[in-house]
């Protein structure tokens, strides 16, 4: 949950600490948010993804602005690279367990380094790890978090029609200081398309997703460890 030079892999929107991957159980909370049944009969015929998130943080008066090109393929694949914003340059490579193989960017994009998946250097500002930015372990946040969970119409967002999933935190204290998070996935695709996480009135989180291609036959040599 610290700042960083960075060797950082990831940011991105979760806050839950477990490191499974696939959609839990979410039969009483996708009754109150059909766009996450949705979603989860889709991940289900996804085999890979890439995608580039522009993620806002900001803890305390501290503020982090990245974009990050994202690679995903069942069932622990994953890799990284901050394309703008603090640690240009540095990327990582997760396949599950409890470290992340990763480089700084610059003249030191050729020192690869093993690191616990949550070193300071390997988290985004708000401790976000690689693994917990995951699409599908934004999606599944919300099914499993303690709180009300409410979905209306989201209009467009980024040009896209949207429904929107609204989760009110019943103990914000145990979701990283979160008290309302608030996820809009695309009617057509059912894939996260923005995610607005605020603490109180402040907002912790804005993250957009753009050019997100599925089924696109990434392999496991894509993922150097």
């Known amino acids: 949950m610290k700042g960083h030079r ?3 892999f990831l940011s991105a929107l979760t806050s839950s600490a477990a490191l499974a991957l696939l959609p839990l159980g979410h039969a009483s909370a996708a009754s109150s948010a059909p766009a996450i049944a949705a979603f ?5 015929s996804t085999n890979d993804y890439t ?38 340059g ?3 490579v997760w396949v599950g367990g409890d470290q992340v193989s990763g480089h700084q960017g610059g003249f030191l994009s050729g020192i690869h380094l093993k690191v616990s998946i949550h070193d300071p250097r390997a988290v985004s500002l708000r401790g ?39 989760l009110k935190a019943s103990d914000p204290s145990a979701n990283y200081g979160v008290t309302d998070q608030i996820l809009y996935l695309s009617k057509e695709t059912h894939w996260p398309v923005r995610q607005v996480m605020y603490s109180g009135s402040q907002i912790v989180l804005d993250e957009t997703v753009n050019d997100l291609k ?4 990434l392999k496991e040599s894509d993922f150097p460890f």
Not at 40 to 44: G, H, K, P, T, V
Not at 62 to 75: A, C, E, I, L, S
Not at 214 to 217: A, E, I, L, M, R
């Open 90 to 92: 540095s990327g990582g």
């Open 51 to 88: 995608a580039i998130l522009r993620v806002h943080e900001a803890k305390g008066n501290q503020t982090q602005d990245r974009v990050y090109q994202y690679q995903f393929m069942k069932p622990h694949y994953v890799k990284t690279l901050i394309l703008e914003g603090d640690g240009k």
């Open 6 to 8: 960075s060797l950082a």
């Open 128 to 166: 976000v790890t690689i693994a917990e930015g995951l699409l599908q372990r934004i999606v599944d946040d919300y099914a499993t978090t303690p709180g009300k969970l409410t979905q209306v119409d989201g209009g467009k967002v980024n040009g896209v029609q949207t429904d929107r999933v609204e």
């Open 214 to 217: 599925t089924n696109v036959g």
């Open 40 to 44: 989860d009969e889709s991940f289900a």
